[in-house]
């Protein structure tokens, strides 16, 4: 083809695919990897996205939870046999297997205690000789579980890399469904919000859409920060290379890596921060179940249908084929 008509040709896709990019065979082909990387990593999403909005609030509930301080007596300070003898009147009936005094005298004492055999850790305020409660809380045990799916799937480092590389499907996905969500430059101000009345049809495409759009950008910074948690090398050396001056305190790039990490926890702003990250973290919980509604209703339902109207031709072709040999 000579060049001026492949020109013309790339010329026309685009201008197709910005009038009209339902006509447009890229935008087809894009369904089709999106629907099926969707279906694939739905049930990863899913876990992901109510994992990560349970573990927003992980470093606040160790300070919530946790005692840090306690009131210190000017003055006043204690021997390892003094703490020993006051771990022992606070918890008469456990025995004490160690104390461990913190550097500073407004922190709470560590104590290790036996009770017929099964070990407890709790801290223990030796001014007032008073039991604080456990030092790793049930609720924080949950926390750091759900903590170890979310980072690495409870698999170590060979998890971690499985998230890498759901990381980098879910990037194609995200892209993707940006490329798909346009609907041509005369409609796309009315593909901003969900219009249609609940029991159409096209609801759930719109709410699929207006979701997957507004959180994009989130979804983006989520899956290149996964891939970065688990190849981390790769960017290292690239901001290594780029940087002249070994004596600085950032390298070139990283500080943009820095926020993107930032964004991904949402350790930034104040509670009301986290609150809307454990909202906005459970919108591709939203993406994976209708998309999965639409697969099913479009799809499935009517491969279902075309199935059974087949079973009944063939019974009824078998039925007339009987009363013929009668």
Request: overall charge positive; glycine content about 8%; proline content about 5%.
């Given at each position: 083809?000579?060049?001026?008509?492949?020109?013309?040709?790339?010329?026309?896709?685009?201008?197709?695919?910005?009038?009209?990019?339902?006509?447009?065979?890229?935008?087809?082909?894009?369904?089709?990897?999106?629907?099926?990387?969707?279906?694939?990593?739905?049930?990863?999403?899913?876990?992901?996205?109510?994992?990560?909005?349970?573990?927003?609030?992980?470093?606040?509930?160790?300070?919530?939870?946790?005692?840090?301080?306690?009131?210190?007596?000017?003055?006043?300070?204690?021997?390892?046999?003094?703490?020993?003898?006051?771990?022992?009147?606070?918890?008469?009936?456990?025995?004490?297997?160690?104390?461990?005094?913190?550097?500073?005298?407004?922190?709470?004492?560590?104590?290790?205690?036996?009770?017929?055999?099964?070990?407890?850790?709790?801290?223990?305020?030796?001014?007032?000789?008073?039991?604080?409660?456990?030092e790793f809380p049930p609720l924080l045990r949950a926390e750091e579980w759900l903590v170890e799916l979310h980072d690495d799937l409870l698999a170590g480092p060979q998890g971690r890399l499985v998230?890498?590389?759901?990381?980098?499907?879910?990037?194609?996905?995200?892209?993707?469904?940006?490329?798909?969500?346009?609907?041509?430059?005369?409609?796309?101000?009315?593909?901003?919000?969900?219009?249609?009345?609940?029991?159409?049809?096209?609801?759930?495409?719109?709410?699929?859409?207006?979701?997957?759009?507004?959180?994009?950008?989130?979804?983006?910074?989520?899956?290149?920060?996964?891939?970065?948690?688990?190849?981390?090398?790769?960017?290292?050396?690239?901001?290594?290379?780029?940087?002249?001056?070994?004596?600085?305190?950032?390298?070139?790039?990283?500080?943009?890596?820095?926020?993107?990490?930032?964004?991904?926890?949402?350790?930034?702003?104040?509670?009301?921060?986290?609150?809307?990250?454990?909202?906005?973290?459970?919108?591709?919980?939203?993406?994976?179940?209708?998309?999965?509604?639409?697969?099913?209703?479009?799809?499935?339902?009517?491969?279902?249908?075309?199935?059974?109207?087949?079973?009944?031709?063939?019974?009824?072709?078998?039925?007339?084929?009987?009363?013929?040999?009668?």
């Open positions: 083809m000579p060049v001026r008509d492949a020109k013309t040709a790339s010329d026309s896709t685009w201008h197709r695919w910005l009038s009209a990019p339902q006509k447009v065979g890229l935008r087809r082909a894009l369904f089709q990897v999106h629907l099926w990387i969707g279906i694939a990593l739905g049930v990863y999403i899913v876990m992901i996205s109510i994992t990560g909005s349970a573990v927003v609030f992980r470093r606040e509930l160790n300070l919530w939870l946790v005692p840090r301080t306690v009131a210190a007596t000017p003055g006043v300070s204690f021997t390892h046999d003094e703490l020993l003898a006051a771990a022992q009147r606070i918890y008469p009936r456990q025995e004490v297997k160690t104390v461990t005094a913190p550097r500073r005298a407004d922190r709470p004492v560590h104590v290790a205690l036996d009770l017929d055999g099964r070990l407890t850790e709790r801290l223990f305020d030796p001014y007032a000789e008073k039991d604080l409660g456990l998230n890498g590389v759901a990381g980098m499907l879910t990037l194609v996905l995200a892209l993707s469904g940006a490329v798909i969500w346009w609907p041509g430059r005369h409609r796309w101000r009315e593909s901003l919000f969900v219009s249609a009345p609940i029991n159409s049809r096209k609801f759930l495409w719109q709410l699929h859409s207006c979701v997957g759009l507004w959180v994009f950008v989130l979804l983006f910074v989520w899956s290149i920060t996964a891939v970065y948690f688990a190849f981390p090398e790769p960017v290292e050396a690239l901001f290594d290379y780029l940087d002249p001056d070994a004596t600085g305190s950032l390298r070139p790039g990283e500080p943009v890596l820095l926020a993107l990490i930032q964004m991904h926890f949402g350790r930034f702003g104040g509670l009301g921060v986290r609150w809307l990250w454990v909202f906005l973290g459970l919108l591709p919980v939203v993406l994976f179940a209708t998309g999965f509604a639409l697969w099913w209703t479009r799809v499935v339902r009517r491969w279902l249908a075309s199935a059974a109207r087949r079973r009944q031709a063939n019974a009824s072709r078998a039925s007339v084929v009987a009363d013929g040999g009668e």
